[in-house]
């Protein structure tokens, strides 16, 4: 996948992380809701005006906007989710359970 396409995927993920819509996004940005479409898309990229703007309101370095590889392995996260296990009370731990089960479903 070539950089721009890594470049829109990344801001879609912070948009959703965020939970902000494209229209949202766009207001903040001072860009028409079109141009955050193309740019997740990676169909066109945009000024390092508008990257310093995003990084902004994500709350993060613009060095983070070109983070593509920030992903934790399926180790990373089996060790987080027992952690989480481990130190969660027992009357939580019979909810995690059943949601877990019920995803993995």
């Keep these: 996948m070539n950089e721009q396409k890594l470049f829109g995927k990344r801001i879609k993920e912070?948009?959703?992380?965020?939970?902000l819509?494209?229209?949202e996004l766009s207001e903040k940005l001072g860009v028409f809701q079109k141009q955050i479409g193309n740019i997740?898309?990676?169909?066109?990229?945009?000024?390092m005006a508008n990257i310093v703007k995003l990084a902004r309101i994500f709350n993060v370095d613009?060095?983070?906007?070109?983070?593509?590889?920030h992903?934790?392995?399926?180790?990373?996260?089996?060790?987080e989710i027992s952690e989480i296990i481990i130190n969660t009370p027992d009357e939580k731990l019979k909810t995690i359970y059943r949601v877990?089960?019920?995803i993995a479903r």
Excluded: A, H, M, P
């Design 21 to 23: 819509t494209q229209e």
């Design 71 to 79: 992903q934790k392995s399926r180790e990373d996260i089996i060790n």
């Design 14 to 19: 912070l948009r959703k992380q965020r939970n």
């Design 100 to 102: 877990i089960k019920d």
């Design 62 to 69: 613009v060095k983070d906007l070109f983070e593509f590889n």
């Design 40 to 47: 997740e898309t990676g169909t066109t990229f945009t000024t």
